[in-house]
């Protein structure tokens, strides 16, 4: 028997021997080299996938797509960051994971009514929107500062009451009935807009 058949046989035995048999793939696509990390690492990451409950099937497509990966990237191994088991595995169940997003992602379909652009507003509709916005500003400059601030708090940055209370160091009382009396006072100031 010749050396490289003794080589193809003879699995790799230590992490070292692991990673120098990933930089020979690296540096001299070494086909002998891979021969030796597929023969050892394929079982096991069908195995691995296996106890994922991935059906026989897909567990060996995904065995040979991550061995396929680590034939095309064995440059980006680093040895210092991760053992070649490691990497193996983490490319093994990257795979599983994006196949996984993959079947559960609905079909793109350009004619659902959610991605149509909103048919243009009638220019009336238009000024009308625009008067309304202006009016709700010149209101809001005409609240106490206290309640033109729990105001904006709720409504422009969408916190809900109890961390306005928690961010002004107020009860939560307080700015509930800061915010009724704001309204009260718009909806007086804006009660012709109905």
């Known amino acids: 028997?010749?050396?490289?058949?003794?080589?193809?046989?003879?699995?790799?035995?230590?992490?070292?021997?692991?990673?120098?048999l990933i930089a020979a793939?690296?540096?001299d696509a070494d086909?002998?080299?891979?021969?030796?990390?597929?023969?050892?690492?394929?079982p096991r990451l069908k195995s691995y996938?296996?106890?994922?409950?991935?059906?026989?099937?897909?567990?060996?497509d995904l065995a040979q797509e991550a061995m396929l990966t680590v034939w095309r990237k064995a440059a980006l191994f680093d040895p210092e960051k991760a053992s070649a088991g490691t990497w193996i595995f983490t490319i093994a169940r990257n795979r599983f994971i994006d196949t996984v997003r993959r079947e559960r992602r609905p079909d793109f379909d350009p004619l659902d009514p959610m991605l149509q652009p909103e048919e243009a507003r009638p220019a009336d509709e238009e000024m009308a929107g625009a008067?309304?916005?202006?009016?709700?500003?010149?209101?809001?400059?005409?609240?106490?500062?206290?309640?033109?601030?729990?105001?904006?708090?709720?409504f422009l940055e969408g916190l809900p009451?109890?961390?306005?209370?928690?961010?002004l160091g107020l009860p939560l009382g307080t700015v509930k009935s800061r915010l009724r009396l704001a309204f009260a006072r718009?909806?007086?100031?804006?009660?012709?807009?109905?």
């Open 1 to 20: 028997m010749d050396r490289d058949q003794a080589s193809e046989e003879t699995p790799p035995e230590s992490p070292e021997e692991m990673a120098a």
């Open 25 to 27: 793939i690296a540096r």
């Open 31 to 42: 086909r002998t080299a891979f021969a030796r990390l597929f023969g050892y690492y394929a």
């Open 49 to 60: 996938l296996r106890r994922m409950r991935v059906d026989e099937r897909l567990a060996e």
């Open 131 to 154: 008067e309304i916005s202006v009016r709700v500003r010149a209101a809001l400059t005409e609240l106490p500062p206290d309640q033109a601030e729990v105001v904006e708090l709720s």
């Open 161 to 167: 009451h109890s961390a306005i209370a928690e961010r």
């Open 186 to 194: 718009l909806r007086t100031a804006l009660e012709d807009l109905k």
